[in-house]
């Protein structure tokens, strides 16, 4: 029984070591291990210190908002309010917005994409649908910026919607 039970922790101090080793390499090149990472909460706050944003880093410019703006009166507006507070779809601002995609990376939101305007599932391009969700987090209170939230799956998958960090 005893002997039993030192191997076993033998394999386990073997299994964390491993784990770690991985978790340290995820954190250099992310792009290898980021996707795995991602499925541990653990790993995911680890990579997000290295190359990760969030909404609050000044992610998408004020331009681009604006034509966010106006494609989704027109394609979503109906469905979920002008004001985004919802209709015949859910709410996309408050508190429904953060619970819902709190902690989850922008490309999330963008992979809506295959689904939104529901009377036209993917009919907008993907320029369009960046433009459309930086209105969105600007209407949750993200700042603007000077560069622009890209089209690029990518790059949005290293983007978190998180809680306003208190200063
Ligand atoms: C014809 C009505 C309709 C239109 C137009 C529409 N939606 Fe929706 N939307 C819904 C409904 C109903 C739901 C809830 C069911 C679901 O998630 O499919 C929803 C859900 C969503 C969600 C939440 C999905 C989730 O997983 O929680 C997002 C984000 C969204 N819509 C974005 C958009 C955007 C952006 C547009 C415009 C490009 C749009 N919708 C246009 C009806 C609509």
């Not at 369009?128 to 622009?148: H, M, Q, R, W």
Request: aromatic share 8%; glycine share 10%.
């Amino acid at each position: 029984m005893r002997r039993w039970s030192l191997r076993a922790a033998c394999r386990m101090a073997w299994v964390l070591v491993v784990l770690l080793g991985l978790l340290a390499v995820g954190v250099e090149s992310p792009s290898v291990f980021g996707a795995m990472l991602d499925s541990l909460p653990a790993g995911r706050f680890l990579v997000r210190q290295g190359t990760q944003k969030t909404i609050w880093d000044r992610i998408y410019t004020e331009e681009q908002a604006k034509r966010g703006q106006e494609i989704y009166v027109r394609a979503c507006g109906v469905c979920h309010g002008d004001d985004l507070r919802g209709a015949d779809g859910p709410a996309l601002v408050g508190s429904v917005f953060s619970v819902r995609w709190r902690d989850e990376p922008v490309a999330r939101i963008f992979g809506t994409r295959s689904t939104m305007p529901q009377d036209n599932p993917g009919g907008l391009g993907a320029q369009a649908y960046v433009d459309i969700i930086s209105f969105v987090l600007k209407a949750n209170g993200s700042p603007a910026g000077d560069v622009e939230l890209p089209p690029d799956p990518e790059r949005l998958e290293r983007i978190f919607i998180t809680e306003k960090p208190a200063r």
